[in-house]
């Protein structure tokens, strides 16, 4: 059938809420490793979230941007851009930073 589309699956009890996006096989994504990685923090200092970043990246290569605030200035983004060798790597960055009381959120 050839390469497969992602499509919405409904899950149990027919919450329209709580649709997600998978793939026929119902598959993760792959990626090849070493891959570029761009995490985005949030949160509500920039400064902070510079120290955060820092703290738990410390020893490691990145780059980081700020990237949106809004509108009233309350939240901050920080685009952070890094090279990452394998999975448990990349996931483990992500809960590092999603756990840092600076951070509110990591997209």
């Known amino acids: 059938m050839g390469k497969s589309s992602p499509i919405w699956s409904e899950p149990r009890g027919g919450s329209i809420a709580a649709k997600k996006m998978t ?16 995490y985005k923090v949030i949160g509500r200092d920039m400064e902070l979230l510079r120290s955060a970043v820092a703290e738990v990246l410390s020893g490691q290569t990145y780059s980081a941007m700020p990237s949106r605030s809004s509108k009233g200035g309350a939240y901050h ?13 990349r996931l483990g960055f992500y809960e590092k930073l999603r756990r840092h009381p600076a951070v509110i959120m990591v997209l």
Do not use: H, S
């Not at 793939?23 to 761009?38: I, M, Q, S, T």
């Not at 920080?78 to 790597?89: A, F, I, S």
């Open 23 to 38: 793939n026929e096989n119902e598959c993760k994504p792959e990626f090849a490793y070493p891959c570029l990685w761009v």
């Open 77 to 89: 983004c920080l685009n952070v851009e890094m090279t990452v060798g394998n999975e448990p790597d």
